[in-house]
């Protein structure tokens, strides 16, 4: 037990992957990925390392740590506190304060790709299945899709996903608006938060987030 009483768990993340994730991104943080084919390799590579995290440890240690309430109300909350955990052993492999404040913004930007790449796939699931045993994913996406219905009412969940996956493969433009709906609407990130990691004005967040709703609404309403 810990000291407020939760339960303790240990982190899944095998050493390899987590030295491993974390040579990616200090690869990516020093521009040694400029050219554009080692760019997306080096950026595939690390979603594939989040989500495989993520695939093989949300389910167990949310369970681990909340026992039978991991289905109730705010799973979100939940998850993104075990998240924060989850990922500390990566980040205290940078010493230098700087390297390690830039590595985290950019950690958080993979987990909302890998997290939404997870989320569609369970939503893909739950499609063609009867039963789905991922009640927690279940439960983010109930939460997210209200989330998004306050700005566009009437969209599916799923669809809005599948969008996002395209756009990640796009254009600069569709891309950097994939990232701002996959923060807020993914990782349920707040406005300022965005703004600080992606290095962009509060006119720039909204201009893309009003760019990309629209889109959102016009290709899926």
């Not at 040694?32 to 240690?61: C, F, M, N």
């Not at 994913?137 to 395209?166: F, I, K, M, W």
């Amino acid at each position: 037990m810990t000291a407020d009483g939760r339960k303790r768990y240990t982190n899944p993340m095998t050493t390899s992957d987590e030295q491993r994730l974390a040579d990616l991104l200090d690869q990516r943080r020093q521009g040694r990925g400029q050219d554009e084919g080692l760019t997306s390799r080096l950026d595939r590579e690390i979603v594939e390392i989040v989500y495989r995290h993520l695939y093989r440890a949300l389910r167990p240690q949310m369970l681990a740590r909340y026992g039978a309430t991991v289905g109730e109300k705010h799973a979100g909350t939940r998850f993104t506190e075990l998240l924060n955990e989850f990922f500390v052993r990566v980040l205290d492999r940078f010493p230098d304060l700087v390297a390690k404040m830039k590595s985290a913004r950019d950690l958080r930007s993979y987990v909302s790709r890998a997290m939404t790449n997870l989320m569609l796939d369970r939503c893909r699931r739950a499609k063609h299945e009867r039963s789905c045993d991922d009640e927690l994913l279940g439960c983010l996406v109930e939460e997210r899709q209200q989330d998004l219905n306050r700005e566009c009412p009437g969209l599916s969940y799923a669809a809005v996903l599948e969008a996002l996956a395209t756009w990640a493969a796009g254009t600069r433009q569709q891309q950097r608006m994939a990232e701002v709906i996959q923060r807020e609407f993914v990782s349920g990130d707040r406005a300022e938060a965005i703004e600080r990691d992606l290095e962009i004005s509060k006119s720039e967040f909204y201009r893309l987030r009003a760019a990309a709703l629209s889109e959102l609404r016009r290709t899926l309403g």
